[in-house]
Nanobody, 125 residues
């Protein structure tokens, strides 16, 4: 199983950016996928998650209303659209996947057993 995160970059405050997670080696439609992020000197934190069918979605309070997660099972990909970015959003963004995530555990990193390498998002003020 491989998860490849991409799309990070340098943006300015208020800009939008989309990061993608491409999966291979698994039957993607059976997996829930989440995004986590880790800023320098901080612990990894949950950002957003989407279950297999896309009906169950969770967001961290800090990104609710600004970020949107979606999936395209035909392309084995999950997209995180990030709008109104601010310097507090700067971090390495990681995607993670698991077949066995229950709805109540969607926001917990321990629920995911496959992780991508991360993509860096930098937001200048």
């Amino acid at each position: 199983v491989q998860l490849q995160a991409s799309g990070g970059g340098l943006v300015q405050t208020g800009d939008s950016l989309s990061v993608s997670c491409a999966a291979s080696g698994l039957r993607f439609r059976d997996y829930s996928v989440a995004w986590f992020r880790q800023a320098p000197g901080k612990e990894r934190e949950f950002v957003a998650a989407i279950k297999t069918g896309g009906a169950s979605i969770r967001y961290a309070d800090s990104v609710k209303g600004r970020f949107a997660i979606s999936r395209d099972n035909s392309k084995s990909a999950v997209i995180l659209q990030m709008n109104s970015l601010n310097p507090e959003d700067a971090a390495v963004y990681y995607c993670a996947a698991s077949r066995t995530v229950i709805t109540s555990s969607m926001t917990r990193d321990q629920a995911y057993n496959y992780w991508g390498q991360g993509t860096l998002v930098t937001v200048s003020s």
